[in-house]
């Protein structure tokens, strides 16, 4: 009997740890949160008041954060107007756990090499955008665009046509019969 009560007694010790040890953990995880919350929040002010040097402090604060740090980039990626982003793209895409928001930036990344040059690596990040993804018919046009500038014409209107094939009266189904015919290819629009 006595054995029975000390096995009980440390089960319902280990229990309460366990429980006491999750809701610490909880509770130093909403006060992180809440605390770059009000980072953020600050940010977002110091950079609408045009204040350059404080928004630069609280982002390099934020990009000590791995959950915070894609936003910070994006912050610091606004400020600087007119530069070379490619390098901040690209750690904004390697920090994002989140599949959608890491297509979207991919996107961005692949535009930005291409505006300097890169299609290659521009395509070669296009492909890693699959039809599962949000931004997919956008990404596709992109790749379309970024391959006629090779003049590699047949592959860029084979992804026209399937945009037009797949987005029936929709936007990017206007836009791929746009570059289509912008192209010349009566002929294959009638397929």
């Given at each position: 009997m006595?054995?029975?009560i000390i096995l009980i007694a440390n089960?319902?010790?280990f229990v309460?740890?366990?429980t006491?040890?999750?809701?610490?953990?909880d509770y130093f995880s909403e006060r992180r949160r809440s605390e770059y919350s009000l980072?953020?929040?600050e940010l977002r002010k110091a950079v609408e008041a045009g204040n350059i040097n404080t928004a630069?402090?609280?982002i390099e604060d934020l990009e000590k954060s791995e959950q915070f740090k894609p936003l910070a980039l994006s912050y610091r990626l606004q400020m600087e107007k007119n530069v070379d982003s490619r390098s901040v793209l690209?750690?904004?895409v390697d920090s994002i756990k989140d599949s959608q928001l890491k297509a979207l930036y991919t996107e961005r990344y692949a535009y930005e090499l291409y505006k300097f040059n890169q299609e290659e690596q521009a395509l070669k990040e296009l492909e890693k955008i699959s039809n599962e993804?949000?931004?997919y018919s956008s990404a596709m046009l992109l790749k379309a665009q970024i391959l006629k500038s090779l003049n590699r014409n047949q592959e860029a209107d084979k992804i026209l046509q399937a945009l037009m094939k797949d987005g029936k009266e929709t936007y990017f189904d206007n836009l791929a019969y746009a570059l289509l015919l912008k192209g010349g290819n009566d002929a294959q629009l009638a397929d």
């Open positions: 006595r054995e029975r089960i319902v010790g309460l740890l366990i006491a040890g999750w809701i610490g953990w980072k953020e929040f630069k402090k609280i690209k750690d904004i993804n949000f931004n």
